[in-house]
């Protein structure tokens, strides 16, 4: 198992440009959601998934948009970055709400 | 919202002395998770509890939830090199989304 993967590792953005960060889990779980991780700010919740074609809004949404067509896949689409956004987005899942979970390797995004 | 805090930010100890992280909560959680995430890498899972008052060890760590269900601790006893990371909190109120809420963290750092 490759358990939870993430592309790219790296990615720098113009402000205004748009990208999607793909994730993607081999452990067949339900849960899926999107962290974003700041400098003494710990991991914030953008969105997150209970299941294939149910997604909901985190702690801070903003900006950014996500979908579920499959359990397998939770891409994470920023439609107009910005220099906020730059930041360390990591991607999880976990078998339920009280299971544990598992981060990908994350995607450190730079927004110029 | 719910609010989950850690403290202390930072924590500097020699080789061999104890170490306590603490995390209060706003509101009463259904459980609480600890991860612990190395200086680049990602978060990893370390233990949840469940249970009001629940003490669990793994070799030199010690985590206890209160009573209250509203703060927990990890103790680790005579730190080693190894233990060097940012642990983190996280927990979940079933009376407010389904949302696992993180503490900001708190950055271990060992002397030998």
């Known amino acids: 198992n490759a358990g939870v993967t993430q592309t790219p590792k790296f990615q720098v953005l113009k402000t205004g440009q748009s990208m999607t960060l793909q994730c993607a889990q081999d452990?067949?779980?339900?849960?899926m959601s999107w962290y974003r991780q700041d400098p003494g700010m710990g991991l914030r919740l953008i969105h997150y998934?209970?299941?294939?074609?149910?997604?909901d809004q985190g702690e801070v949404p903003n900006g950014y948009n996500v979908s579920r067509s499959t359990t397998e896949d939770f891409p994470l689409r920023l439609l107009s970055a910005a220099p906020s956004q730059t930041s360390v987005y990591f991607c999880a899942s976990s078998p339920g709400l009280l299971g544990e979970q598992y981060f990908g390797p994350g995607t450190r995004l730079t927004v110029t | 919202g719910q609010q989950v805090m850690q403290i202390p930010q930072y924590q500097h100890v020699q080789e061999g002395e104890d170490f306590t992280t603490y995390c209060n909560s706003s509101?009463?959680?259904?459980?609480i998770q600890w991860y612990k995430q190395r200086p680049g890498g990602h978060p990893v899972f370390l233990i949840q509890?469940?249970?009001?008052?629940e003490v669990k060890k793994q070799k030199r760590l010690t985590f206890q939830f209160g009573e209250a269900k509203k703060n927990s601790s990890l103790h680790i006893t005579a730190t080693q090199t190894t233990d060097v990371g940012t642990y983190f909190c996280a927990g979940l109120n079933n009376n407010a989304g389904n949302m696992l809420t993180f503490g900001g963290g708190t950055r271990l750092m060992v002397k030998p």
């Open positions: 998934s209970v299941g294939a074609g149910i997604t």
């Open positions: 509890l469940v249970k009001s008052g």
């Open positions: 509101t009463t959680l259904s459980n």
């Open positions: 452990m067949n779980h339900e849960y």
